[in-house]
């Protein structure tokens, strides 16, 4: 969630020196926002299939990347070249529209993994309230972040990005700490314990 309403001000804070302008910094965003559709989707997909290998099966996860390659392929071309010109987008945002093609034939091969794993094992995935737990938690960080982001006046990237996503953690940490996420209150106790 941050990072797609706050990538530009990671992306400036690590690359936007010299020759590499903001609308550079702009365009990188653009393409990693793209990786990040189908981020979650290919860990757990990597999970799955390491989940049918300890089964002895090596076929089922094959079958499902072959799919995803395929649908990689098809959903690449689309997304890349002809969609950029129905949206009259400069075609150079076709390289931000492979990455999100290649993260929605992530969902696809990582749900028909889920699919045939439940069927074979039981339920699997992960929680609906953990799930929620965490967005909520990203909505509220980038919230704050996005309006500290609105208020602050031009400065060095580095800088602005410490002022907007250090407020962007402490608010993610402190919120999953209050709903009670285990991995937060872990965090928690550790710096606690440091003090």
């Given at each position: 969630m941050a990072f797609v309403a706050l990538g530009d001000?990671?992306?400036a804070a690590l690359l936007q020196t010299g020759r590499f302008?903001?609308?550079?910094?702009?365009?990188?965003?653009?393409?990693l926002a793209g990786s990040g559709v189908g981020l979650l989707a290919s860990t757990l997909g990597r999970l799955y299939s390491s989940?049918?290998?300890?089964?002895?099966?090596?076929?089922?996860?094959?079958?499902?990347?072959?799919?995803?390659v395929a649908l990689t392929t098809v959903l690449g071309y689309l997304f890349a070249i002809p969609?950029?010109?129905?949206?009259?987008?400069?075609?150079?945002w076709g390289a931000a529209g492979l990455?999100?093609?290649?993260?929605i034939a992530g969902w696809v091969e990582m749900l028909m993994l889920r699919r045939t794993l439940n069927s074979r094992i039981g339920h699997t995935?992960?929680?609906?309230?953990?799930?929620?737990?965490?967005?909520?938690?990203?909505?509220?960080?980038?919230?704050?972040?996005?309006?500290?982001?609105?208020?602050l006046p031009p400065m060095h990237p580095a800088m602005a990005a410490v002022i907007i996503l250090g407020p962007y953690g402490l608010v993610f940490l402190g919120t999953t700490f209050l709903l009670r996420v285990s991995e937060a209150s872990t965090v928690v106790l550790r710096l606690l314990r440091r003090r």
């Open positions: 001000v990671v992306a302008t903001h609308s550079d910094a702009l365009y990188v965003w653009g393409i989940t049918y290998y300890a089964l002895r099966d090596t076929r089922t996860p094959l079958r499902y990347a072959l799919v995803r969609l950029p010109r129905a949206l009259g987008m400069n075609t150079v990455t999100a093609s290649a993260g995935g992960l929680p609906l309230d953990y799930i929620v737990k965490l967005w909520g938690a990203a909505v509220a960080g980038g919230i704050v972040a996005w309006l500290l982001k609105l208020t």
